[in-house]
C-alpha cells in the first residue's frame, strides 16, 4: 500500500513540476525586465532539479543526485553571477 502511495504521490509531484517548469519558462521568454528573466531561469533551473531529484527516488539511482547537485551549484553560482552583472554592470572587476 505505501510503495503504491509513494508512486502516485511522485508521479503527482513530476507532473506538478513540469508545469511549475512551462510557467518559468514563459517568465523567461515574456519577462519585461532582464530581472524577470533572472527569476525565471532561477525557478527553471531549481525545478529542474527537483524533478532530478523525484527521478532518482523513483529509480533509486545515485546518478539522478549527484546531477541534481551540479545542477543546484552551477545554478546558483549563475543566478549570483547575473545579479550581480545586473547590479554593476561586470561581473568580474
Given at each position: ?20 517548469m ?29 524533478i ?15 546531477a ?26
Open positions: 500500500m505505501s510503495a503504491a502511495i509513494l508512486g502516485w504521490s511522485i508521479t503527482v509531484a513530476q507532473i506538478l513540476l513540469a508545469l511549475a512551462a510557467c518559468a519558462a514563459l517568465r523567461f521568454i515574456r519577462g519585461p525586465r532582464a530581472q524577470d528573466r533572472i527569476i525565471g531561469l532561477d525557478t527553471f533551473y531549481v525545478n529542474a532539479m527537483l532530478l531529484l523525484t527521478l532518482g527516488i523513483r529509480s533509486g539511482a545515485t546518478l539522478y543526485f549527484e541534481a547537485l551540479v545542477i543546484g551549484l552551477l545554478g546558483f553560482v549563475g543566478t549570483v553571477a547575473l545579479a550581480k552583472f545586473l547590479m554593476r554592470g561586470e561581473v568580474v572587476e
